[in-house]
Antibody, heavy 121, light 109 residues
């Protein structure tokens, strides 16, 4: 069965860096685009970033552009999110999600359980 | 940015009854809309994509409709496990524009 397991969250001071990982299993990781989506405490969902199945292209939400970098290692079946210059407003649960592509569009069909990032002094 | 607005913010419904949740887009997203369910403390789960196509394993009591700017998620006969927060999401200009609604909390009446 498809599994996505995030790790790397924790408490970090503003301005510092953190790297999240998402270990995938149960599917051919290198065949799927992957995303990061976050959710601030008690708030809704915010899309963060996408990486193409082969790592050839990436895209970011406006709030993280220039600070976060998404990457992947298909040989290790692992997705990453390098977060630099962290801000208090980056505090959230970070989910990795698999992209599902069909004739009626693309969306997120599997999600991990999330890892909490808290940015605080 | 396309803004998605869900209504109502909270919906109170009795088990066995029908629930109707709405989602409005600030501009047309065609049928590029999905619905997710998020139980308390859990990750979101895909319910509907393409505005009306049920995802794998989703019960038939969940149905989606609409196109353009107005969308509806209907749950025909509420079960206890259906009480959760529901989000709509547009993906009209994938991947440069992916936005979610603020959510509707479906609670037991």
């Amino acid at each position: 069965q498809v599994q996505l397991v995030e790790s790397g969250g924790g408490v970090v001071q503003p301005g510092r860096s953190l790297r999240l990982s998402c270990a995938a299993s149960g599917f051919i990781f290198g065949s799927y685009g992957m995303h990061w989506v976050r959710q601030a405490p008690g708030k809704g969902l915010e899309w963060v970033a996408i990486i193409w199945h082969d790592g050839s292209n990436t895209n970011y939400g406006d709030s993280v552009k220039g600070r976060f970098t998404i990457s992947r290692d298909n040989s290790k079946k692992t997705l990453y999110l390098q977060m630099n210059s962290l801000r208090v407003e980056d505090t959230a649960v970070y989910y990795c999600a698999r992209e599902y592509s069909s004739s009626v569009g693309r969306t997120f069909d599997y999600w991990g359980q999330g890892t909490l990032v808290t940015v605080s002094s | 940015e396309i803004v998605m607005t869900q209504s109502p913010a909270t919906l109170s419904v009795s088990p066995g009854e029908r629930a109707t949740l709405s989602c409005r887009a600030s501009q047309s997203v065609s049928s590029n809309l999905a619905w997710y369910q998020q139980p308390p403390g859990q990750a979101p789960r895909l319910l509907i994509y393409g505005a009306s196509t049920r995802a794998t394993g989703i019960p038939a009591r969940f149905s989606g409709s609409g196109s353009g700017t107005e969308f509806t998620l209907t749950i025909s006969s509420l079960q206890s496990e259906d009480f959760a927060v529901y989000y709509c999401q547009q993906y009209n200009n994938w991947p440069s524009s992916i936005t979610f609604g603020q959510g509707t909390r479906l609670e037991i009446k």
